[in-house]
């Protein structure tokens, strides 16, 4: 059983309880106008070139077997030649050519994953199985999350929503805290913003809270695009007790030179979400007695 994932990043504070590990799952079914995640959207590896890092050394031409490098003042990539074999990247010195996409035996990534075992039962945390969208790998996420949890490790998973029932019923008896995504409640809203429609999303939810799942929504904000989402949010969640928390996170553009790094059309809306807007907004849902954390704050 092999999953395919863009990175592991340790020592994480952002992404559940305590101190993580989170595994990067590639692939996603929602396209997201804010996506900071590009190289997560596909399922499929894919080869970064980030020309600012080139130093035009040449070094990795001659070892592509396909002829898709060539060098002038920087590397260039023709991406219809490349068959991401990622023979270049292994041999650049500043990691301009960046491989985006690890295919991994479930085993195999739960002993990676348990090298940092000290660290976050230390920090009271665990591993969190990201993406992308992590359950979008349903079999490899499953089998991973359920090693974990025999070894007594603390599993979070960061969802979309928009998945299969069935797999959200089998992962619950292996997951501690489910970190889900709440973008718009307006469905056209919804699908302006990620191209899907909400319904799923919302019925997943409902069933996580009726089956006693721990839930903690996360709430971008994207002045522009959902922000006038917030009271119709904490309506629906007022009604729908037993959530954590709700974290809004603070929209950013940081993600735009992984957009050109991949040849894919930057979808980053041109915004900013100010911190005057990010409080407006969390008073806002305290105002239906729920527990909000800010995200700026914890940054």
């Known amino acids: 059983m092999t999953g395919i994932l863009t990175g592991i990043k340790r020592m994480e504070i952002h992404d559940g309880d305590g101190l993580r590990t989170t595994a990067f799952f590639k692939g996603c079914p929602l396209k997201c106008l804010w996506c900071h995640n590009p190289e997560s959207s596909g399922f499929s590896p894919e080869l970064a070139l980030f020309a600012g890092r080139c130093m035009a050394c040449g070094t990795c031409v001659g070892f592509c077997p396909e002829g898709a490098l060539s060098v002038g003042e920087r590397v260039e990539l023709n991406r219809d030649r490349c068959r991401t074999c990622f023979a270049c990247a292994s041999l650049c010195p500043t990691e301009a050519l960046y491989p985006y996409g690890k295919r991994y035996e479930a085993e195999e990534l739960v002993e990676i994953l348990l090298q940092d075992e000290a660290f976050f039962r230390a920090g009271k945390g665990g591993v969190t199985l990201s993406g992308g969208e992590c359950l979008a790998q349903p079999e490899f996420a499953i089998r991973v999350a359920k ?133 407006r907004v969390v008073e806002t849902l305290r105002g239906f007695g729920l527990t909000v954390v800010n995200g700026m704050e914890e940054d």
């Open 147 to 279: 090693s974990l949890f025999e070894r007594n490790i603390s599993v979070d998973i960061d969802t979309c929503g928009f998945v299969n029932r069935r797999v959200l019923e089998d992962i619950l008896p292996y997951t501690d805290t489910f970190l889900y995504d709440l973008k718009a409640m307006d469905p056209m809203v919804h699908k302006a913003c990620t191209g899907q429609d909400n319904g799923r999303i919302l019925d997943n939810l409902s069933w996580l809270l009726e089956h006693g799942a721990r839930v903690e929504i996360r709430y971008p904000l994207v002045v522009g695009w959902n922000d006038g989402e917030a009271e119709k949010i904490g309506a629906w969640l007022a009604d729908h007790p037993r959530v954590t928390k709700v974290k809004v996170l603070k929209y950013h553009s940081y993600a735009a030179s992984r957009y050109e790094s991949l040849g894919m059309a930057c979808t980053l809306p041109q915004t900013e979400t100010t911190p005057e807007q990010m409080a």
